[in-house]
């Protein structure tokens, strides 16, 4: 087998993107949401942390992630450049920056944690202290700062970090065999591998997904005499909550930490893709199956343990106490999108739809300053979004994911032009030495129809690969008003031909309200039915019912209409139905008593997307509806 | 209207049990429960606080509610003592007690946070700092343990703190006019007024009622600016969450930390009952209604809400995220007790039953040494007990309960003798200047049927009042060997002749499988029906059953049988039934699909009572069962 990468996804710069549904959220995102992020940074001293001021005694010492919430604010801050230039916000981030440059120690070394808490402690607790981590959300932030601006200074600062590092880590005599109990250096080393084309940097990545929970002694172990204990951290020999039990390669089900698990797999595709590398592609595919065939939520939500923030055994999916966390549903979107460029298969963009229209997006509010870190599928009117978090991984990632929106769209191969996503945008497409404008406008994800306007710069040969969504039966295309028919490729209809400037081309999907059953071993779900229309899940909540939500049952054929309410949040295709509800008839003045023979009477209901739970007044919430 | 109180409960000391029920949890109490808390009161410095040696920059400072966790254990260490003489336990006590003793201020003041940690702040922060309930609960156990052993000098001791204490509050000029942010106080200066007949304890506890949430500006706000404020604690003017936003005799609904209303409750009606409140009493009636009819869980649990461990809305009955402190349960309890004494009405022995046998019975594990602060009454199979808790204050009280049982089962006014609850026993009950032993045999709650045999020294006229539990819709009484009716006065059966000594009554039970629903507001519970026979309350647990508990649906003409099982948890009466569970016929390799046409199996399925619930495999629960 050769590990070939199909396709590539179209560069940030060239995808202006103009929605309905996405472009407000992209606007709050940047003109709310990271706004609101610096200050949260400044106000709890994660950015001052970058003066080194900070001295023993005093307090609020520079937590050992609080670089990573910095850097991906300015990763953030960084993608809504490409679309919306800003001069204010990018004499903000070069201020950050500065300081941040200012902050590297004269051999390179770059963590406010370790230079002023814990001076001379570098590196002896990889275990549990966030150390590769931190680096690694640099090097993310610094590419994306030199793609949106061209500036380099952030780069080579966060290369020569990386240089240090190298000389650090590695199998030559004298280096450290170790690595980071929170994987995400691996899928950031890649990624300055691309922007500066060293190799160096492709190999640190390998070595560490290749060294991984390989050796025995385990490093955890071996640094472990050490080590300073860090507090709240899981015990030392509980490997596989680091994805460290065994080495990467031998790896079939997805364990432990679900963010991490999400963000090493990641890598994992990353190093698969660029070396060539079969046994690591099939481990991917393994651990792919086992996420999302055995233990994903229906909201593209993964991890639903709070013990741990972790994986647990196949079908394991509590509604109230679902874990979920937001980023760990943002980490199955890297996931998906890198197995999707690699594999052209659409089962990857289903997924990464599925988690960026539901479980991620569920992760901020409607006004951009509220982000939910625990997404449950159901709740008793206690749970909703908070400001910040002391753990504030959650509301960056949330940022950048939303900032970086145009890069999940569309990708490219020399004869193939693939559309992932529907939403509104404008592409140039550079493919086989030429460019290619691509016009999508739609309604989408109210509406199921997509137009094409397709503009070569000569007329050019391709295939134009329009991805049918698995949750879509019935669908129509045409090509220039005319009915076609296309094959089915790997979930991509195909359309191959000589696509000359203007060309249009219609893709209507059938969307209408679907009732979802899962698997039967996920026992909360048993005997329920989840509404969900297009990439759209839905939920009930209380201030849109009258009747109890958990009160409700669904009918097999009680009617279901999806209706789009201009006034509900700015805008929001409702699906309305018709349940039963238990009449309790007369009833004593106690709160228990012997149960009357069950009447039902019928109540309308009112279910909107869940990603947009929470934004209104406070109550019930819950995503399985039971059947009658 | 005059206040009286109908009849008194019998000392502990005259009430042995032997009851194939409640012998074994009360021996495993004893012998394994209360050493066991011994153990972690000294591993964790709440025992050797009390020596006074913390010093500002040792480690593990006295907590401010450290005192209350030695004193409840003090208190239930003593308990047992009256019905299982132990010499080592006592002189465990004796050395606990003349530590406690030892730690006295000159000036009588007790308390190990104040004294070594905030020295010269005392009083300064009533709303926050438990000063006046750490007192409490060093009267309650210094009564329990002279009434046990005839020692007086923890009470000495502790007489001279309160004489102390009523120095400095009150209405006389100087005195401070405040009060406790965590009552108890008030009911524990009953008990000690009780115990000595010295008015100025009642007094200063009527003080304490008299004055809570009375006076603007508001006490709390009065001290708060020589404040030092204590971290986690709740905003100043929320005053509801300590039931101090207005009279308490104006209170007519259950608000705030579930605990702290239940203790006041208790306090009120111990007041009302020794001082002839009328005002405080109707208050009380109303608290109560609103607690039992709006607010309750079928357990018997009370506040529903993490967040304050509080009270919520009228039928907010959450079942995964209910909180129902053990704590909270047990207060509960007291009042009912207290409640029940003044009114001789049945209904509050039922609540009393109700969340004795399930709500906080569940707070103690069957081995003695694990114990639930949160009972929530549906699981996905992550709550489990702890051994020990930062915040102690359930495991000693779930302790101070089981040992005091004794306690509950009996009253008597000069011309009536009550029983109250069904525990194989045998009393010793002073009436009417005469003495009647009384001796209960019964295999409740597993079985209906319950014997007595009266000893009257001499033939005695009296009323011989029987409880009919609410619960129970048909009995047989019998007197010696014959049927005979008796007239239900509040839910007793009233049994009026001149006794002789060895009469023989039965009372027989009918104690069939019941089906319960709950009032309609409560939404988690609509729809579905809760299991109880007699006094217990089922649950399910996965480990019994083959279908995921949550998948099993209740048909109303299904058969339900209850079964003892000898070899489970040490003899249980198991319900067992027919349910129905979704049938998924095929399933495709997807995690989640189109929803299939429902299908429906039939499917065993067992229960067990909720008070025992989680005593084996780890696993999901639930109280309320869909009805199909």
């Known amino acids: 087998m050769t590990v070939k990468q199909q396709m590539q996804p179209l560069p940030l710069a060239d995808v202006k993107i103009a929605d309905a549904f996405w472009s407000p959220r992209l606007e709050v995102n940047r003109a709310v949401t990271i706004p609101h992020q610096y200050k949260q940074c400044k106000a709890t001293g994660r950015i001052d942390a970058f003066r080194l001021k900070w001295k023993q005694g005093d307090p609020n010492p520079p937590h050992i992630f609080w670089d990573s919430d910095v850097s991906k604010w300015i990763e953030a801050a960084a993608y809504t450049l490409a679309a919306h230039p800003d001069r204010a916000l990018e004499k903000l981030l070069d201020e950050t920056i500065d300081l941040i440059v200012s902050a590297q120690q004269p051999d390179g070394y770059l963590n406010t944690h370790y230079t002023v808490v814990e001076p001379g402690r570098r590196w002896t607790n990889l275990k549990d202290c966030h150390e590769l981590y931190c680096a690694g959300t640099l090097m993310e932030s610094a590419v994306a700062y030199v793609q ?28 450290k065999r170790g690595y980071c109990g929170h994987e995400e250096i691996e899928l950031a080393l890649v990624k300055l591998f691309k922007a500066t084309g060293r190799d160096k940097y492709l190999k640190l990545a390998k070595y560490f997904v290749d ?70 592609l099939r481990a991917c595919r393994k651990l792919w199956d086992s996420a999302t065939l055995h233990k994903m939520y229906v909201t593209g939500g993964v991890g639903s343990n709070t013990t741990g923030e972790a994986f647990t055994g196949n079908y394991d999916l509590p509604n109230q106490s679902a874990y979920a966390e937001t980023c760990a549903a943002i980490g199955l979107v890297f996931f998906a999108q890198r197995m999707l460029q690699l594999e052209a298969d659409a089962r990857y963009a289903d997924v990464l739809e599925r988690s960026l229209y539901n479980g991620s997006l569920a992760g901020v509010s409607l006004d951009g300053k509220k982000f939910f870190y625990v997404n449950p ?71 199921g129809a997509i137009d094409f306007v397709i503009r070569p710069a000569r007329p050019m040969t ?152 929470d934004n209104r007044r406070g109550g019930a919430m819950l995503v399985w509806l039971p059947r009658a």
Chains 1, 2 share one sequence.
């Open 148 to 175: 949106a601006t061209g500036k380099r200074k952030f780069l080579d600062t966060v290369c020569r970090y990386t240089d240090y590092i190298a000389t650090i880590f590695g199998t030559k005599p004298g280096q």
């Open 211 to 280: 060294e991984r929970g390989r050796r025995h002694p385990h490093y955890f172990d071996v640094e472990a005499p050490g080590r300073t204990p860090y507090p709240n951290m899981p015990p030392d020999n509980n490997y596989t909550y680091f994805q460290a039990h065994k080495p990467l390669r031998k790896q079939d089900e997805v364990v432990g930490h679900a963010v991490r698990s999400m963000y090493i797999c990641a890598g994992m595709a990353d190093v698969a893709a660029l070396t060539d590398d079969a046994a690591l």
């Open 377 to 447: 599928l159901a709740s008793s009117g206690n749970h909703h979004r908070s400001e910040w978090f002391g753990c504030a991984c959650c509301p960056p990632n949330i940022a950048r994911l939303l900032a970086s929106l145009g890069q999940y769209i569309y990708s490219a191969s020399d004869s193939a032009l693939y559309a992932h996503l529907y939403v509104g945008s404008n592409a140039k497409v550079r493919m086989g030495g030429s460019t290619v404008i691509l016009t999508q406008k739609t309604n989408y994800p109210w509406d």
């Open 462 to 613: 391709f295939d134009l690969m329009l991805r049918i969504p698995g949750w879509c039966r019935k669908y129509k295309l045409t090509v220039n008003g005319k009915a076609c028919r296309a094959p089915l490729v790997k979930g991509y209809a195909r359309l191959r031909r000589t696509w000359a400037a203007g060309d249009c081309v219609q893709l209507v999907l059938d969307m209408p309200v679907e009732r979802l059953a899962a698997h039967p071993a996920v026992a909360e779900a048993c005997g329920k039915v989840a509404l969900q229309r297009g990439p759209l899940l839905y939920c009930l909540e209380q201030t849109d019912n009258t009747a109890p939500v958990g009160s409700i049952l669904l009918g097999e054929k009680a009617w279901l209409t999806a209706r789009f309410n201009r006034k509900l949040m700015g805008g929001v295709t409702v699906i309305e139905g018709e349940g039963l509800t238990p009449d309790a008839g007369p009833w004593k003045k106690a709160l228990y008593q012997e149960a009357p023979k069950p009447r039902y009477k019928r109540v309308k209901f009112r279910a909107v997307p869940y990603a947009l739970w």
